[in-house]
């Protein structure tokens, strides 16, 4: 019919119409981003032996470099994810409420330290959590040489077990978010062992992030540890510019994985 049309429009010379074209519009096929909800670590889960050096070279007291470090990292993190996901700071969310929500999680939160051997397929009972979700978790990632400066395991992380379902349906009713990536506890380990790095003050941190990544529905996806060896740096401007950029990077990079 559409050509019959064309002919005749042809034939009594009127000007030849604009016809409209069926299903060659472009169609939107972006999805928005997934959303992240970041639960930062309570201030009991942080443990670090290296405070008094970090805060006499920081010109700080040791309340004020655990604070401080908490802070950096988790924006470290809430930036470094705000490029491929709907990052959600609950530590920012002041419109929100977000202190509320936290107080929330850490109130339905019990805590157990989740340890096996690479080669163990099932945990004691007394020694990990009961569900067998928890005991499916991803390959180990150990280091592999003495050179190595970053790696990440998941043999002995510290699980932040949501003790509520209704605590999730009232998280994803009221941010929507497809993850909850709970960061667990943090720690800073000092290696001063040799009396020449003790004198001189030349000894090397060991930062290690655990963290534990739930889907909405509160089943948990990961649990690991990230382990960074550090040099002697004391002063917390130079830990947030040579540390907590890589731990946040990796984190984003294990989000992306695990969104494919």
Avoid at 241 to 254: F, G, N, S, T
């Amino acid at each position: 019919m559409k050509k019959l049309w064309i002919l005749l429009w042809i034939c009594i010379g009127l000007p030849f119409p604009i016809l409209a074209q069926e299903n060659d519009e472009p169609k939107d096929t972006s999805q928005p981003a997934p959303g992240v909800l970041i639960v930062p670590f309570q201030g009991m889960m942080y443990f670090s032996d290296a405070d008094q050096d970090i805060a006499r070279s920081s010109k700080m007291n040791e309340r004020q470099v655990g604070a401080e470090l908490t802070n950096k990292m988790e924006l470290n993190i809430y930036h470094q994810l705000l490029a491929h996901f709907n990052a959600i700071s609950l530590k920012r969310s002041t419109s929100l409420n977000g202190e509320e929500d936290l107080r929330r999680i850490y109130a339905a939160t019990r805590y157990t330290l989740y340890s096996r051997s690479p080669d163990q397929t099932k945990v004691a009972p007394d020694d990990g959590p009961q569900d067998a979700e928890a005991d499916a978790l991803v390959k180990t990632w150990n280091k592999k040489t003495k050179e190595q400066r970053f790696w990440v395991n998941d043999t002995a992380v510290m699980l932040g077990s949501i003790q509520s379902d209704e605590v999730f349906k009232y998280l994803y009713k009221k941010h929507h978010a497809k993850y909850i990536l709970f960061l667990t506890q943090f720690e800073i380990n000092t290696n001063n062992k040799n009396s020449i790095e003790w004198t001189t003050q030349k000894y090397k941190h060991t930062y290690t992030l655990h963290y534990n990544l739930y889907h909405q529905s509160g089943r948990l996806l990961r649990a690991e540890t990230l382990i960074l060896q550090g040099d002697n740096e004391n002063r917390l401007e130079l830990i947030s510019q040579k540390v907590l950029p890589i731990l946040a990077q990796k984190l984003d990079e294990i989000m992306i994985e695990v969104e494919r």
